[in-house]
Every structure is written in structure tokens, then in C-alpha cells.
T-cell receptor
């Protein structure tokens, strides 16, 4: 099946610094990727839809200037958390959208745990 | 707007017992429905999905789910639970692209 990777799997950074998380589709091209955030013991909340070659579409309440998304190629989307603060500590999961015929499926990455100290 | 309700936040079952996790959805058209499992600190693994056709869907690890349009439900079942099934289970509904997740059901398995 299709595989999506994320790097890094975990990261610790100091408050005020920026962190970049990569999401790659390893064996297929994904024109659309999604970024989710999961707080402890809660569900996944969609942050934004990342489209190759165009600006990301952010969900209501998500600060686009804080969570920068770049989808420069058909296999790579990046999420940069700028000027990170402890409240940004969370589990970030990406997914890549694959359309096969008339059906689609999202393939999820393993997630990145961000801790801001 | 699409939404998913998982009424049971936490369920405890004995190893070897049967399991049913409930999921109700709200969606304006024919839904795409999914069940995912997440182990602590891990990403999501797809257990099974329903797009169309047979309403009883077989998945991995011995799980199955039944789509009931009249009840807007997509309950997950397993006839005999193993200790390794302890995890968080998420039901999700989607259309063309956007997928909405339920809050999750945490499954605890006792010996």
C-alpha cells in the first residue's frame, strides 16, 4: 500500500524558535496533503489542506502566519511552526490523498510529536 | 456539515470477549466511512473502510463493520478481543476530500 513518512518523528525546541516538519509520500504522487493536530487524549483536528503549487487552505481558527505550509512538489509538504510556544506542543499528523479511479483514500504519516520548552 | 459521534469514550472488555464500538455519522450524501486505530504515541492505522456495495465490511486484525444507512451508523465489531487490541479507535466520515474524525474510543482489555 501507499506509504507516507514524516520527519522528524519527535522534536524538542525552545520557545520562540521555529520548527519544520516534513511529510512525504514515498511511492505515489499526492497533489493534496492534509495536516492534522492532535492534543492529548483528543481527536484529530484538521488544520489545513495543502495543495501542490498553490496556497494552503486553512481551517477556521488556525493561524496561517504561525503554521506555514508549503507543498512545493508532488511528494513533499512541509509544516513550519513559527515562533513556537509551549501551547503549540502537540502531535502533528499529515496525510496524503490518493485518488484511484473513482475512489480515494487518505494515507496517514506516523506523526511528529512536538514539545516546546 | 459532516460530523461523527462516538458515544463511548472508554470501553473495557475481557480478553476473548466480543467487542462492538459505536459510531454515528452525519453527512449530506453517501458517505465514505473509516475506522482507524491508534496505539499510544503512534500514528493512525486504517482498519477498514466503506465506500459502497456490501454493507458489511471486513478489515484487518479480524475487525468488521456494518454500514446501516437507516441508523446513520457504522459500528465496529470483533468476535474475540486480544490484549494487543488495546488502543484508541477513531471513526471517520468523509466525502471528496475532507475527513472528519470522531473523538475516539479508548479500548482497555483486561485478562
Amino acid at each position: 500500500g501507499a506509504v507516507v513518512s514524516q520527519h522528524p518523528s519527535w522534536v524538542i525546541c525552545k520557545s520562540g524558535t521555529s520548527v519544520k516538519i516534513e511529510c512525504r509520500s514515498l511511492d505515489f504522487q499526492a497533489t493534496t496533503m492534509f495536516w492534522y493536530r492532535q492534543f492529548p487524549k483528543q481527536s484529530l483536528m484538521l488544520m489545513a489542506t495543502s495543495n501542490e503549487g498553490s496556497k494552503a487552505t486553512y481551517e477556521q481558527g488556525v493561524e496561517k502566519d504561525k503554521f506555514l505550509i508549503n507543498h512545493a512538489s508532488l511528494t513533499l509538504s512541509t509544516l513550519t511552526v513559527t515562533s513556537a510556544h509551549p501551547e503549540d506542543s502537540s502531535f502533528y499528523i499529515c496525510s496524503a490523498y490518493l485518488l484511484a479511479g473513482v475512489r480515494y483514500e487518505q494515507y496517514f504519516g506516523p506523526g511528529t510529536r512536538l514539545t516546546v520548552t | 456539515a459532516q460530523s461523527v459521534t462516538q458515544p463511548d469514550i472508554h470501553i473495557t472488555v475481557s480478553e476473548g470477549a466480543s467487542l462492538e464500538l459505536r459510531c454515528n455519522y452525519s453527512y449530506g450524501a453517501t458517505p465514505y466511512l473509516f475506522w482507524y486505530v491508534q496505539s499510544p504515541g503512534q500514528g493512525l492505522q486504517l482498519l477498514l473502510k466503506y465506500f459502497s456495495g456490501d454493507t458489511l465490511v471486513q478489515g484487518i486484525k479480524g475487525f468488521e463493520a456494518e454500514f446501516k444507512r437507516s441508523q446513520s451508523s457504522f459500528n465496529l465489531r470483533k468476535p474475540s478481543v486480544h490484549w494487543s487490541d488495546a488502543a484508541e479507535y477513531f471513526c471517520a466520515v468523509g466525502g471528496y476530500q475532507k475527513v472528519t474524525f470522531g473523538i475516539g474510543t479508548k479500548l482497555q482489555v483486561i485478562p
